[in-house]
């Protein structure tokens, strides 16, 4: 099921700028989550805590092969190994999800400022930040003005 979230990007927050073009579904609740037995307390952490991993840790940051990034506790395909780019921003960075139900979208108001979460569209699991209106996508060339930045620690990939 679908709704429209007009309500959570009042004013002129140019961070919440995507929840104004965005579909956004209901999905139940973090809690009833069935997490993968062999997720590393790190993943963890990221996926079901909503926690960051360090900048530049992560292991998919310089990956540069041809694949498939998924969810790496429900295994949901999120992203292409063609939409990734170098933000230099720390983090695996991607201008768009591999199809409309990849991904859920939420406001995030904590740590005092407004962002964008993003949350795989399956399980629910946390992944990281969308930002939009930095510029992108006249410097790449990108169909898309928006970065996912996104946690190594909730993905796993599957080359071509």
Known sequence: ???????LSHGGSRALS??????FHVTKAIMTTKWNP??????????RDKGTERPYTGTYLNNKEEGTYHCA??????????????SGCGWPAFYQE????????????????????????????????V???????????????ARHCVNSASLK???N
């Not at 099921?1 to 309500?7: E, G, K």
């Not at 506790?73 to 170098?86: H, T």
Request: contains cysteine.
């Open 1 to 7: 099921m679908f709704r429209s979230v007009r309500s």
């Open 18 to 23: 995507c929840l104004r073009t965005r579909q």
């Open 38 to 47: 062999d997720l590393t307390p790190e993943q963890l952490s990221v996926l």
């Open 73 to 86: 506790n429900c295994d949901a395909p999120l992203y292409s190994s063609g939409a990734k780019f170098d």
């Open 98 to 129: 591999v199809s409309k139900d990849a991904l859920t979208y939420h406001r995030d108001s904590s740590l005092g400022m407004e962002r964008v979460e993003i949350c795989c569209g399956r399980c629910g699991g946390h992944l990281g930040h």
């Open 131 to 145: 930002f939009e209106g930095e510029g992108w996508q006249k410097m790449f060339n990108h169909p898309t003005d």
């Open 157 to 159: 990939f599957a080359k």
